[in-house]
């Protein structure tokens, strides 16, 4: 049963169609892994904390730096020299004391990846890196969890919900990896698309909606345009061929 707190700062939420209190506690009994604390994962966390999402497992091994806080609203100036994850569990919990959020300070690799995401089912890219995507990805595919990909550049972004067999996975998509560089980027972008993130995982948990499968949503925040293209399966995919 949600308790009479939790029907009365849930109450609007539980208004939309098929979420209701049945919606709630599919929220309060989820478990997400969020994939970097930074540009996207600030809103993407602090909107799934809002929601009464019931645990948050945020990860990042890096500090916030003054040069980070034009999008990582998760951290402040007092935050600068602190584990982001830390940051993270600090800030979540003064917006909503009730979600239990895991920091995880560790980087992700194929070594770290099933302890970090741990018992997660859904897993929320909000990275800067396709490398440590990739990962994630191998690891979704492996394990058949839902992946969300999330990428942002300079006032643009883009986003699919990734759930394979039924989807192409990330390398079918995007099978190589950028090198990495320090790329353009304003605070709103990240906030866009982060937000578009949590909704896409708010609807699954609950399970309204339709969320972006076999689709990839692209923003483009100069000309203000959305657009969604078709993503297809690579047959010849090393990760997702069955
Ligand atoms: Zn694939």
Request: with cysteine; hydrophobic share 40%.
């Amino acid at each position: 049963m949600l308790t009479q707190k939790e029907l009365e700062r849930y109450h609007r939420q539980m208004l939309i169609r098929n979420w209701g209190e049945e919606g709630q506690k599919k929220l309060r009994a989820a478990t997400v892994f969020i994939a970097g604390a930074g540009g996207l994962g600030s809103p993407v966390a602090i909107y799934l904390a809002v929601a009464g999402i019931g645990k948050i497992r945020i990860c990042d091994f890096g500090e916030p730096e003054l040069s980070n806080l034009n999008r990582q609203i998760l951290h402040t100036e007092r935050d600068i020299g602190k584990n982001k994850a830390l940051s993270a569990q600090e800030t979540l919990h003064e917006i909503n004391p009730h979600v239990e959020v895991e920091p995880l300070a560790e980087k992700i690799s194929e070594e770290t990846v099933e302890r970090l995401v741990g018992s997660s089912t859904i897993i929320l890219d909000c990275l800067d890196n396709f490398p440590t995507r990739h990962i994630l990805n191998r690891y979704a595919v492996k394990k058949g969890l839902p992946f969300i990909h999330a990428g942002i550049f300079g006032l643009s972004g883009q986003l699919t919900f990734i759930h394979t067999p039924e989807t192409p996975c990330l390398h079918c998509i995007f099978p190589g990896s950028p090198p990495p560089a320090v790329f353009p980027v304003a605070g709103v972008a990240p906030g866009v698309i982060g937000v578009l993130e949590a909704t896409e995982t708010i609807k699954w948990i609950v399970g309204i909606g339709k969320n972006l499968k076999g689709r990839l949503l692209i923003w483009d925040g100069e000309l203000m345009e959305f657009q969604t293209v078709a993503v297809n399966k690579d047959p010849n995919c090393p990760v997702c061929k069955r």
